[in-house]
């Protein structure tokens, strides 16, 4: 088994000869990476068995099997996930934008590869192939440190991505697996300062705070989603309670489900009882203020901790508000800055709200559910970023990139 | 004395209230703050007084003074700064893309401040006025920690500041002093992730690597410059000459300056001694590899350690490389990624340098030294970035803004 080091400093090799890669041998090396999935299909499957046999013995969760069972579909949508990177627009070489300054110099700036992106990430086998080839695509290496859940799927996928690149430019080193899934191989991961451009870790609130506590590389926070639904006075009743149910029962185990309903007081006694009867199907678990309970039927009172908390379930916490301000000031308070909405037929609330609530995502009339890279068109996502710093919501192959100033010059000196 | 957390606490709040400000407040409390810098000049110049009586005593050397000290002049052009970032264009509010989704939602993507920032810094108290002043016009509150060899100047300094913002919209507390300057008071800042949305230290290599060993808290690092200027053997004897004597002996002190000459071989013979003469009225010592010594008078032999040095200093080091790659290879080997220099007439070497060199500046045919906010024309600087995330180069205020998503929906669910 290779040490973090050892993967870390043929990753750093491997980067550069990926960021003097041209699209097209990038695009031909993902095209052999899928083709290979899909022609080595047995191989995974079987190594997919050895991790649901221990998964079993191990007495994990029917939940957390369902994300780690592949069947010969799901190999077929990740190869196919590949083909659709290998299509989608190379950032790199982009120059955004190019000028003259005072001394005549023509300065430009380019989009150039990050280098080295570290992936850490729970049980599904899926992020290996999505995430290893999004970083291929921008130009880097990257080291991906999955589950232990997922080891025997995570080689079989890793030994098939690395055989494809055989025939290509690209060394196998350019996709790597971290095979030493013990915590310990996690936090020095998270201090591989000399190797590792950026982190990204993908998974539950226990890991991203693992992760804030001792990582000192570079780190993208992502996914997760204390998100809000506002409903304004002059919000329509039809339009509020689709939102609602469309942001809480959709998928409510993905971070861009909604987790607390605001109402304002003008409109909590007409809306809330038809609310609460369009939750009913999905058996969403109402925990309210006082004024809300006394509006609706099956709720319990809400605590402190429910303000705080991302269910990722099917439970919403319900608050009345007197009015926009308390709604803003309630989201200051508790998001996780992720995706927050205002239902409202008001034109001056709208913009307020869009001002003043600082999160990625901030909507007006629309589900909380659409914050994702593939909704907002950018035909792929590594991630939904909760920091300010170099990427905010969703993050496509741009966010997996960096830039250089390139300068031409013709003898000036200063 | 405030604790950190104290402070944590006040800026963010006085971050809300600044990012929904407008340009108009904001530039208003620029000019405030400036015109209090000139009125209030005496003030200055005694406690700077205050600081130079304890420089003196602790034996500081006097390059550091000269850094420490505050003349009329000086807060003149304090003042004349902020009244320049005052004129400046707002990034804050700008939208940088706007385009329709597949489900008719309008997505734009709008600048805005990053939060609170916090900037570490040594012994120039005109960092407090010009770092505080590009933070407050970004839109972001900012907690300051300058050296202990400066407290009573920027003590004084940032109470003229604070007392300026009396009568804006704006509470003091948008601009605060660390002013605990022990050891614990700094590490405990590169940990206070609750508070600070990003970190940037400005300072020697020690400061830096104290930041990236100690921190937890988003880092942008800055200003670390072990730059190269190769001469190919396509390169004019007149122009390598006068790039590289502007490069090394303009300013040796900063982190643009040129620290490693790499020449062809095939013109190593010709232009070393012109070199050596060229550079001989600022008396700079040359640290040459075997076969640069053989064109050389007055070299001494290069030890390792010269490739690796930023020398910040009149010394350079000298190697003849036998190509392109080889320069190529030494730079990617030894650079901290700041700037490198071709000089070359050859078009292909010009290209292949721009594309391999994996550094925030690349220049064909200019010396280094224009690596700078200014110079680039973005009309201020926080510092140069090395690393890739978030800011590469010189920053100006973009650099110090985040983004977010914002999204106009008419009822759209998922």
């Known amino acids: 088994m290779e040490t973090l080091i050892q993967l870390g400093e043929k990753a750093k090799k491997a980067a550069r000869s990926l960021a003097r890669a041209t699209s097209s041998e990038k695009n031909d090396a993902l095209r052999l990476m899928s083709q290979a999935l899909v022609d080595h299909t047995e191989t995974i499957l079987t190594a997919n068995k050895l991790d649901l046999i221990a998964a079993k013995e191990n007495g994990i969760s029917e939940n957390m099997i369902d994300r780690l069972v592949l069947t010969e579909e799901r190999i077929k949508a990740m190869a196919d996930g590949i083909l659709e990177i290998a299509e989608l627009p190379d950032p790199i ?37 999505d995430a290893g080839s999004l970083c291929f695509k921008a130009g880097n290496a990257v080291i991906l440190r999955g589950g232990k859940e997922a080891i025997y799927s995570n080689k079989a996928l890793i030994h098939i991505l690395q055989d494809a690149l055989q025939p290509t430019v690209f060394p196998p080193t350019t996709i790597q697996l971290v095979e030493d899934t013990t915590r310990e191989s996690s936090k020095e991961m998270m201090r591989l300062n000399r190797y590792l451009d950026v982190l990204i870790p993908r998974g539950g609130a226990k890991l991203i705070q693992t992760v804030l506590e001792t990582a000192t590389v570079p780190v993208i926070e992502t996914g997760t989603g204390n998100c809000h639904v506002y409903i304004d006075k002059d919000a329509q009743l039809t339009m509020a309670t689709d939102i609602i149910v469309n942001a809480k029962c959709s998928r409510p185990s993905v971070c861009n489900a909604a987790e607390t ?8 006694e007409t809306f809330l009882p038809v609310i609460e009867k369009a939750l009913a199907p999905w058996h969403v678990e109402l925990r309210a203020d006082e004024k809300a309970l006394s509006y609706l039927q099956h709720a319990i009172p809400a605590t402190q901790e429910d303000w705080e908390t991302e269910f990722l379930d099917f439970i919403l916490a319900v608050k009345v508000v007197s009015s ?10 508790y998001s996780t ?3 927050e909405v205002i239902v409202t037929d008001n034109y001056a609330a709208g913009m307020q709200f869009h001002r003043e609530v600082d999160s990625a995502a901030v909507y007006i009339n629309a589900s909380t559910r659409f914050t994702d890279g593939f909704e907002f068109g950018f035909g792929a996502e590594i991630g939904i970023s909760t920091q300010k710093l170099h990427a905010r919501g969703p993050m496509g192959l741009t966010e997996l990139t960096s830039s250089k100033y390139i ?8």
């Open 93 to 129: 070489g982009q120059v955004d934008g190019m000028w003259q300054n005072e001394a005549g110099l023509t300065i430009g700036k380019q989009r150039v590869p990050l280098g080295v992106i570290g992936i850490i990430y729970e049980s599904r086998p899926n992020v290996t192939t």
């Open 324 to 333: 926009l301000d308390e709604a803003i000031e309630h989201i200051d308070r």
């Open 407 to 414: 300068i031409f010059g013709e003898g000036q000196i200063r």
């Open 261 to 268: 309903l605001l109402i304002h007081e003008d409109v909590a």
């Open 337 to 339: 800055g992720h995706s």
